[in-house]
């Protein structure tokens, strides 16, 4: 029976275990889960730089043998975080829907959030869209802050500069920090 060895990626879990050729991939998952603690659903093997994808084939097929190693790389499921946002979403798109005042003020502050609203894919487009402003404008502040705290007070090139920036950052933030928009968008950067 030949012995692999089993190691994350940090390569300080390491575990020697004695398999058999028969092993299944499926059945290798469910043992790295016993000995390095990574859920199978979270499991990606890898030998030789090649990903183990097919559960079903064996270690044998597989030419896995004595002193070989697998890593096991963790990964994130792959569609619990979208359809966690998509509900996320599709809740937001239902209140609005349930609650005309609140699509009114919405409109008021993002007529294609809005408009949209009837549309379950445009909303999650456009509600999307509205987040990634928002972020786009948070980064521009952070940027802007540090060019003011690197910025020579006399230079006037830099003060117009300064000037032009808080015109544009107003504007964005104008559209975007208004109450209801501002719950929506953080609601939903919960999930993102």
Not at 160 to 178: N, P, T, V
């Amino acid at each position: 029976m030949p012995r692999i060895t089993l190691t994350d990626e940090t390569g300080s879990n390491l575990r020697m275990v004695d398999v058999s050729g028969d092993l299944t991939v499926a059945d290798l998952q469910a043992l790295a889960e016993v000995e390095l603690r990574i859920p199978s659903s979270e499991q990606t093997l890898v030998h030789n730089g090649t990903k183990l994808l097919n559960a079903s084939a064996t270690l044998a097929g597989l030419k896995i043998g004595q002193d070989d190693i697998v890593l096991v790389q963790r990964t994130l499921p792959r569609n619990g975080g979208d359809d966690a946002q998509a509900a996320q979403i599709e809740q937001i798109r239902g209140q609005l829907l349930a609650d005309p005042s609140a699509l009114q003020r919405v409109a008021q502050q993002s007529p294609q959030l809005a408009a949209s609203v009837n549309n379950p894919a445009a909303f999650a487009v456009a509600l999307k869209e509205l987040n990634h402003a928002k972020k786009e404008a948070e980064r521009r502040a952070r940027e802007e802050e540090a060019f003011l705290a690197n910025s020579d007070p006399f230079d006037m090139a830099a003060q117009q500069k300064i000037a032009d920036s808080i015109k544009q950052l107003k504007i964005i933030l104008k559209h975007l920090d208004e109450s209801l928009c501002c719950t929506l968008i953080q609601k939903l950067m919960v999930c993102l």
